[in-house]
């Protein structure tokens, strides 16, 4: 290992139990997070990212949910914790932006008790200490006048402020782990463009590792240094980003690439036609045999509808699951 | 002449409160947009959320009645016709909405959604309405045997489908687009990109794309409008505007969208702050709170929408 891992997940295997089956949505998912650097996750929506987070900080209720495998995090195993020694862990060395601000704070706290609250619980401060650190925390997300808006309810705030403030809370207990779901996909562009700095800033300054969880190449592109892309529960390729982009290697991922509008790419090429995955995702409950890409790829083989394709290491810090490079 | 002339369109939204419904004042959501739009050409919309994009698709077609303006097709004005004359025009005005989930009805199968404007505006007999719904499916890529399924069996980018081909049962000739990808994934997207381009190449439509999304405006319009607070602040071809930038809101927005190229070392121009509230909109500019290159006057005078020439158009003192 070439650095220290702060997580490791091993096998990691999600299931939820419906009454129309069992779904395995993250499927025996194997990553590291290493010290101080930002892992991007891409993938689409129900391709198991959102899910691989909630099982690391176990908010999946169980059951429906059925966790299986290994997470790592400094050496112990977080599955086997208990629900005590889970809730010290949880939103302290832990912590969690979620993607809508508006649904994921409490309507009826205000910002400042909402913030304190997790300070007071996980370092046992007072009422006013953690009050006090609670504004220095909004000062620093860069809120204005952090006194008076620490008063506030998040329905007095706009979109952006909510998801700064929602970012101080996570910040809040000094994590050594940041998980970040779709941090930036509810907002606008200007101010995507302000949280994406403000994280980058915030992470060095805390000596914190972020799991970048977005379906946006363009923010992994930003401020990803590996990337780890998702399809239906698995992880098909991993990657340093600057690789990912010069030369993918699984065809999903060079699809996910060829599809995306970037800007300059018309004027460039001449093209008025993006380049197109065929197809949809299947459904979780009626997964393809073999490499579930297969009916979607266009360099699909016979065997890749057979068997699972193996997880291949084609260079050092590369690996790919798929057929073609076995 | 354009086939579609928007002048001076306005839209004002009341505030009221309390149990007496007391006037507090008006939401000012759309201030004075005109644009044109022309026969087989993309004209993109773009803009933040809360500038009033929505709102003016939805006065275009008077799915709300706006305040003031003039919508000329084809040279008559859409405000000032009576419903009949309206029923008549919205044949060949469509429109295609965001959330592929809200805008079908649960209750109608595919086949009924895709007939309805044939049977609003035709006299069409059942028999050609099957085939008119059957072709209709495969142009938009959808199996016809599929007509009878309700719109919950479908994932998003096949209802945006279903949405696409009711707009084309009458072979209209604009189409509103109102952020029809917004709400798909990436490879849906995609797709459904693909699809508007070929259609527009076969049956020269003319669309007037809404977005927020930067790039998927660039990729599909010849021009792009630029929106800020119920105006339009620069209007240009897509080359123009998107290489050489004028309006210091255009600069910033362009500099904020991520590029997906690691190698690339951006130079954001960060704003401050949010968009004010279209309630108390600032004096003058519009734009000048934010503004990193605000001077005395954009505080105290409205800047003209002028010409640089060559159909660039920007509303900024300093150009």
């Known amino acids: 290992m070439r650095q220290d891992s702060l997580l490791s997940i091993r096998d990691l295997r999600t299931q939820f139990h419906t009454y129309e089956g069992i779904v395995t949505a993250v499927d025996r998912v194997s990553l590291d997070v290493y010290r101080g650097e930002t892992l991007g996750v891409v993938g689409e929506s129900g391709c198991g990212k959102t899910v691989t987070a909630l099982s690391i900080l176990r908010l999946l209720p169980s059951p429906p949910a059925e966790i299986q495998g290994e997470i790592l995090f400094e050496g112990t195993n977080i599955l086997d914790l208990d629900p005590d020694e889970m809730r010290r862990i949880r939103g302290n060395a832990i912590s969690m932006i979620f993607q809508e601000p508006m649904t994921s704070l409490n309507p009826v706290l205000t910002i400042g008790e909402q913030i304190s609250e997790a300070i007071r619980i996980h370092q046992g401060v007072t009422r006013q200490e953690a009050w006090r650190r609670a504004v220095e925390m909004l000062q620093m997300v860069q809120i204005p006048s952090p006194n008076a808006r620490a008063h506030e309810y998040p329905h007095q705030l706009s979109g952006g402020m909510r998801q700064r403030a929602m970012i101080a809370m996570a910040l809040s207990c000094h994590p050594q782990l940041l998980l970040a779901d779709e941090p930036t996909t509810a907002l606008d562009v200007t101010i995507q463009a302000q949280i994406v700095d403000l994280m980058q800033r915030l992470k060095d300054e805390f000596e914190a590792s972020i799991v970048l969880i977005t379906h946006n190449l363009g923010v992994i592109a930003g401020m990803a240094k590996r990337v780890v892309v998702m399809y239906t529960g698995k992880v098909v390729e991993q990657a340093q980003v600057k690789d990912l982009f010069r030369e993918p290697l699984h065809p999903y991922t060079q699809g996910l690439l060829g599809s995306i509008p970037w800007m300059g790419r018309k004027l460039a090429t001449g093209r008025r036609l993006l380049q197109e995955i065929p197809g949809i995702v299947p459904s979780p409950l009626e997964m393809p045999d073999g490499c579930r890409f297969h009916p979607r790829c266009s360099r699909a083989m016979e065997i890749c509808g057979k068997e699972e394709p193996p997880l291949v290491q084609p260079d050092d810090g590369r690996k790919v699951l798929c057929w073609l490079w076995a | ?319």
């Open chain 2, 1 to 319: 002449m354009a086939l579609l002339d928007v002048r001076n369109l306005r839209k004002q939204f009341p505030v009221r409160k309390g149990i007496l419904s007391r006037n507090l004042g008006f939401v000012r959501a759309v201030d004075g947009v005109g644009f044109t739009l022309n026969e087989g050409e993309t004209l993109g919309l773009v803009g933040e959320s809360g500038c009033g994009k929505t709102t003016v698709a939805r006065c275009l077609l008077r799915l709300i009645e706006p305040t003031g303006g003039e919508v000329l097709f084809e040279g008559e004005d859409l405000l000032k016709m009576d419903r009949e004359a309206l029923r008549k025009v919205r044949a060949q005005f469509q429109i295609i909405f965001q959330d592929p989930y809200s805008s079908l009805n649960p209750r109608m199968t595919v086949a009924e959604i895709i007939a309805e404007p044939l049977r609003n505006h035709t006299r069409t007999s059942r028999g050609e309405i099957r085939d008119r719904v059957s072709l209709l499916m495969e142009k938009v890529g959808l199996h016809p045997e599929q007509a009878r399924r309700y719109p919950h069996e479908f994932s998003g980018g096949q209802r945006q489908r279903i949405g696409i081909a009711r707009a084309l049962a009458l072979n209209p000739r604009v189409i509103i687009c109102d952020e029809p990808v917004s709400a798909l994934d990436v490879s849906i997207q995609a797709q459904v990109i693909n699809l508007l381009v070929q259609l527009q190449e076969e049956m020269g439509l003319s669309y007037l794309f809404i977005a927020h999304d930067l790039s998927v405006v660039e990729h599909i319009s010849n021009r792009v409008a630029v929106m800020y607070l119920g105006r339009i602040v620069e209007l240009a071809t897509d080359q123009e505007l998107y290489q050489n930038p004028q309006h210091p809101y255009t600069q910033a927005l362009l500099s904020a969208v991520p590029v997906p190229d690691p190698g690339v070392c951006q130079r954001r121009i960060l704003l401050q702050g949010d968009v004010p509230s279209p309630l108390n909109p600032p004096s003058g500019c519009a734009f000048h709170t934010r503004c990193p290159e605000c001077e005395r006057a954009c505080a105290n005078e409205e800047p003209i929408f002028r010409d640089l020439g060559n159909g660039h158009r920007v509303a900024c003192h300093l150009r």
